[in-house]
């Protein structure tokens, strides 16, 4: 190789050396610091879209991770008001039962008549109550089925379909008119009525108290069928939180091999790429001194 002042050739050669050097060092630096493998698309373009994508299910799947969460809190609430409600109804079947065996006067089927009354009332004042997040779930105004969002997509397999059933009219009126066939009750005082066998207005036995004992059973029977439903539909929620936990579980175990940095080796390549930066640095001392040996010639 001639020798030459104008173009050290070997200077140049170190100094590409060097920033290469410096380049991989500062790489394994910013690894080490963010715990990520790929911090640009430039380190791996492909495993950046890929990383990224992930990511972006791992926060949807948190989302619908609490949507299934808050739809299991909204049915919860929906069956305790629901075991209250037959709680309400056992009761007054009872009293029915009591009036209807013919050894109480007018005095003792008022007093029945009367905790039948507050009875009833109760329920209404449960059903205009049974509220979640705004939603009225037990006084007709749901106006259907409601959907619950725990999947990724808009498809059916990410949706949960809860049955307009459950939040159908509860209270006390319409439970016996619809499912009761007591059509002749418009009011709870026409209802506390037939199941007391006692009239307030004319303070009299009306009788026929046993007739309201079926009908009763059958009401009881149609909470009873909504609490099933709402069961099931419990179970579903239930399933769908355990898919998305393993679902989150395969993304983030999938997300960590291809973005996360492995510590121990970018230890090593940071310890290498030291070492060929301070050799580097060393030797360019050495090869901007080469073109000062033509002044031996001189």
């Known amino acids: 190789m001639a020798l030459t002042i104008n173009t050290n050739l070997s200077s140049l050669i170190v100094q590409r050396n060097l920033n290469s050097a410096t380049t991989l060092l500062n790489q394994s630096i910013e690894r080490m610091t963010t715990g990520y493998k790929i911090n640009h698309a430039a380190d791996n373009a492909a495993g950046y879209s890929i990383a990224t994508n992930w990511s972006t299910q791992l926060g949807s799947l948190d989302v619908a991770a609490d949507n299934a969460a808050t739809g299991a809190d909204m049915l919860t609430t929906l069956e305790d008001t629901y075991s209250l409600i037959t709680s309400h109804l056992q009761r007054i079947r009872d009293l029915t039962e009591q009036a209807a065996n013919g050894t109480y006067g007018s005095d003792s089927l008022k007093a029945i008549k009367s905790e039948i009354t507050a009875r009833f009332e109760e329920i209404d004042r449960i059903a205009d109550n049974c509220e979640f997040n705004g939603i009225y779930l037990m ?12 999947g990724l997509y808009a498809a059916d ?46 303070e009299t036995i009306v009788g026929n108290q046993s007739a309201m004992l079926n009908k009763i059973d059958m009401v009881i ?27 989150t579980e395969n993304i983030t175990s999938s997300l960590s091999t291809i973005r996360d940095a492995d510590v121990a080796e970018e230890s090593s390549s940071y310890i290498q790429a030291q070492i060929l930066q301070q050799a580097a640095a060393t030797l360019l001392a050495t090869a901007n001194q080469t073109p000062s040996i033509a002044l031996s010639l001189v």
Request: hydrophobic share 40%.
């Open 221 to 247: 029977n149609e909470i009873s069928s909504r609490a099933t439903t709402l069961g099931a539909a419990q179970n579903r929620i239930d399933s769908a939180m355990e898919t998305i936990d393993v679902q």
């Open 139 to 150: 006084n007709d105004t749901v106006g259907g089925a409601i959907t619950l969002q725990v």
């Open 157 to 202: 397999s990410s949706q949960i379909e809860l049955d307009a059933k459950l939040f159908e009219d509860a209270h006390a009126v319409n439970l016996f008119t619809t499912y009761g066939d007591s059509a002749a009750a418009v009011s709870i005082d026409d209802l506390a009525e037939l199941c007391s066998g006692y009239d307030s207005d004319t």
